[in-house]
Antibody
Framework: QVQLQQWGAGLLRPSETLSLTCAVY????????WSWIRQPPGKGLEWIGD???????YYSPSLKSRVAISLVTSQNQFSLKLTSITAADTAVYYC????????????????WGQGTLVTVSS | DIQMTQSPSSLSASVGDRVTITCRAS??????VNWYQQKLGKAPKLLIS???TLQSGVPSRFTGSGSGTDFTLTISSLQPEDFATYYC?????????FGQGTKVEIK
């Protein structure tokens, strides 16, 4: 059964760059989208972006200017970078596997990492 | 972006109750809705995809229905382990969006 394990710095200062990595174990890397989703404390889920196994990226319009998602296919890993962070970026960040249930769109997040709490504070 | 609006935001129910959560999309999304369960401090878990397809290992007391703009998640007989927050998610277009969540609490 596929497992996602994520890591990265948990305490950052305003204006710094958030950097997280997610490793995929026990399942194929190809054929899926690899996604980042965040959840501010006590709030709902917000999709950040995803990357296909071929390297095509898709980003939330509200974060697009600050986000980059990349693959390290040889290591079955993918990464998130979010620049110029502020307190509003404080959240639990999840990596997730996006499964395409149809030929166009239909992405379902069927496996998730354990989450990383990232706190932005001066 | 397509907006997803869930109701209610929270509900109190007893073990054995039938519970229904609704999700409304801001435009037609055919049957492209997924449902997730999130327990406190844990990652969400995919329950249902494409409005009504139950995921492997998910109990049959969970059912999903709907198409177009209106969708429902029903728990036929609430069990102690079902107390959690539930989210819908549209999978119609990139810039995937979630509902704000429905918290199911013990009465």
């Amino acid at each position: 059964q596929v497992q996602l394990q994520q890591w990265g710095a948990g305490l950052l200062r305003p204006s710094e760059t958030l950097s997280l990595t997610c490793a995929v174990y026990g399942g194929p890397f190809t054929g899926y989208h690899w996604s980042w989703i965040r959840q501010p404390p006590g709030k709902g889920l917000e999709w950040i972006g995803d990357i296909s196994h071929t390297g095509n990226t898709y980003y939330s319009p509200s974060l697009k200017s600050r986000v980059a998602i990349s693959l390290v296919t040889s290591q079955n890993q993918f990464s998130l970078k979010l620049t110029s962070i502020t307190a509003a970026d404080t959240a639990v960040y999840y990596c997730a596997r996006g499964r395409k249930d149809c030929s166009s769109g239909c992405l379902a997040f069927d496996s998730w990492g354990q989450g990383t709490l990232v706190t932005v504070s001066s | 972006d397509i907006q997803m609006t869930q109701s209610p935001s929270s509900l109190s129910a007893s073990v054995g109750d039938r519970v229904t959560i609704t999700c409304r999309a801001s435009q037609s999304i055919r049957t492209y809705v997924n449902w997730y369960q999130q327990k406190l401090g844990k990652a969400p878990k995919l329950l249902i995809s494409l409005a009504s397809t139950l995921q492997s290992g998910v109990p049959s007391r969970f059912t999903g229905s709907g198409s177009g703009t209106d969708f429902t998640l029903t728990i036929s007989s609430l069990q102690p382990e079902d107390f959690a927050t539930y989210y819908c998610q549209q999978s119609y277009t990139t810039s995937w969006t979630f509902g704000q969540g429905t918290k199911v609490e013990i009465k």
